[in-house]
């Protein structure tokens, strides 16, 4: 089956979700009392860029989820997003073989559908890879000025120890974190969305609040959180953070119609961050 997009109806929701974003980010930016990162917004206009300049060609056809698979794996979604709200192991890197994996797997089993209708094939972990490593340099120099922990990262960048530190990093966060939520969020989430209403841009917005609402417990029942039990802090500081990145990856994955670019991204992203935290538990 072949999933045809209006092209301009398609730049219509384009535009309303880029505004709809764009309020949310500034609203939850203003109420932390944050400065405007606009750079970061640019800065990620331009990977995006990249990615429709090498990917323009795959808008066209999409291949499709049945309606039926897609309203079962939406509901799933739905259900365990809610529940990590009142089951905080099921948001923990503990369960998430089982909950982002296993179980939406055996869903598309039971309805006969292939891992493939996701854009997730085991084969394809390093196509295009050249692309994902070019993204990488766009985007990496910049974060190393911005994320937490920035002023020790920069120390360790400056020494040979970030080339044993970061590919550690890297490799930590892929497996931990970043194959299991992007399968679940860019994977399921998405094309299921996608499926059902038509649209790229509504699937990527959609898929990455979600993505961003997934990660409201961590900050609110997190003791050492800044945001601990303030549960509008929590919701403002996670969309001002993981919404973001949840749409870029969203048109990553969407152009690229490869999950695993979004498994690379996302654990440069958060590998880069965690380079500190490594090097207290690994000393070189």
């Not at 974060?143 to 040979?160: C, E, N």
Request: net charge positive.
């Amino acid at each position: 089956m072949k999933l045809n997009i209006d092209e301009s109806s398609a730049r219509i929701n384009i535009l309303i979700v880029s505004i709809l974003s764009l309020v949310i980010y500034v609203g939850t930016t203003l109420h932390l009392q944050h400065e405007l990162e606009f750079e970061l917004i640019c800065l990620l206009f331009v990977p995006c860029l990249f990615y429709a300049r090498c990917y323009g060609h795959y808008v066209s056809e999409v291949q499709e989820l049945t309606k039926t698979t897609s309203r079962i794996l939406i509901i799933y979604s739905l259900l365990y997003c809610v529940s990590i709200f009142f089951v905080h192991l099921l948001g923990s890197s503990v369960s998430y073989w089982l909950v982002q994996f296993l179980i939406p797997v055996l869903i598309l089993k039971f309805f006969h559908e292939r891992l493939e209708l996701l854009d997730f094939r085991w084969n394809q972990i390093f196509r295009d890879f050249w692309v994902v490593l070019v993204t990488g340099i766009i985007i990496l120099p910049f974060l190393l000025f911005s994320v937490r922990d920035s002023a020790q990262i920069l120390v360790i960048a400056r020494t040979w120890k970030i080339l044993i530190y970061f590919p550690m990093s890297l490799l930590y966060m892929f497996v931990i974190v970043g194959f299991w939520e992007e399968f679940f969020f860019r994977g399921v989430v998405l094309k299921s969305i996608l499926r059902l209403s038509r649209s790229p841009s509504l699937s990527i917005f959609t898929s990455a609040l979600l993505f961003s609402s997934y990660h409201i417990p961590m900050r609110y029942f997190n003791t050492k959180s800044p945001y601990f039990e303030n549960l509008w802090g929590s919701i403002s500081a996670t969309i001002n953070e993981q919404f973001i990145m949840g749409l870029f990856l969203g048109f990553v994955v969407y152009k690229s119609r490869n999950v695993w670019h979004g498994v690379w991204l996302h654990s440069m992203l958060n590998g880069i961050s965690f380079v500190y935290q490594l090097s207290l538990w690994f000393k070189i």
